[in-house]
């Protein structure tokens, strides 16, 4: 039973257009939000989190939106660029133990 | 500064043999996190140490799997009788704390068991 979802394995976006990372959960039970973006061969590096009490959080170019009452996330990144391609997850946790649970990830592609 | 290092990098055995990975955190990071990645999954959680104590082992896949931690640093994953499918990518992690700290990866060490 998969408690967090990114349903898109992969997207393609523009240069310079806005790229839209969708992420679902299952588990209410979740305190914190997290995404990550892994390159080929490298370890997962963090990007951006959110607590549960808020519903955005901003980091330059990066956003995460949280709707609890539809257990979806999304991060946005305006404008992307060509650095951004790479895989992307999001990971969900919880202060009631120790679990961190992570989604199968998002293929980013930037087009030229 | 140092990252996190792992060790190896890439192993190669033999189906039943014992494997023994490391993992050197973040000097000063009291967290420390295992996971693995199979082929065309996302990370699996595994473990969580906070200092040398891992109060959940639930996460490990099965009781050939043995994780452990000395001195608030170093974490050894050990995978007795390797079956071909432990095979992944075995990521470690390390973090000042739990929740919304960030995550500090290693670059991973690839398991094939043949």
């Known amino acids: 039973d998969q408690q967090v979802k990114q349903n898109s394995p992969s997207l393609s976006v523009q240069e310079g257009r806005i790229s839209i990372l969708n992420c679902d959960y299952t588990?209410?039970?979740?305190?914190?939000f997290l995404w990550y973006k892994k390159y080929p061969a490298e370890g997962p590096t963090f990007l951006i989190s959110?607590?549960?009490?808020?519903d955005k959080n901003e980091d330059g170019r990066f956003t995460v939106f949280l709707n609890k009452s539809a257990k979806h996330l999304s991060l946005h990144i305006v404008p992307s660029q060509p650095g951004d391609s790479a895989v992307y997850f999001c990971?969900?946790?919880?202060?009631?133990?120790?679990?961190?649970?992570f989604g199968k990830g998002t293929r980013l592609h930037i087009l030229p | 500064g140092a990252g996190v290092s792992q060790s190896p990098s890439n192993k190669v055995t033999e189906k039943g043999k014992d494997v023994e990975l490391r993992c050197d955190p973040i000097?000063?990071?009291?967290?420390l996190y295992w996971y693995r990645q199979s082929l065309g999954q996302g990370l699996e959680f595994l473990i969580y140490?906070?200092?040398?104590?891992?109060?959940?082992k639930s996460g490990l896949p099965s009781d050939r799997f043995s994780a452990e931690r000395t001195g608030g640093s170093v974490s050894t994953l050990t995978i007795q009788r390797t079956q071909q499918e432990d095979s992944a990518v075995y990521l470690c992690?390390?973090?000042?704390?739990?929740?919304?700290?960030?995550?500090?990866f290693g670059p991973g060490t690839r398991l094939t068991v043949t």
């Open positions: 588990n209410s039970m979740f305190d914190y």
């Open positions: 992690a390390s973090s000042l704390g739990r929740g919304l700290y960030e995550q500090y």
């Open positions: 000097s000063g990071h009291t967290a």
């Open positions: 959110i607590s549960s009490i808020k």
């Open positions: 990971a969900a946790g919880g202060n009631r133990d120790d679990k961190i649970i």
């Open positions: 140490f906070q200092g040398n104590s891992a109060p959940d």
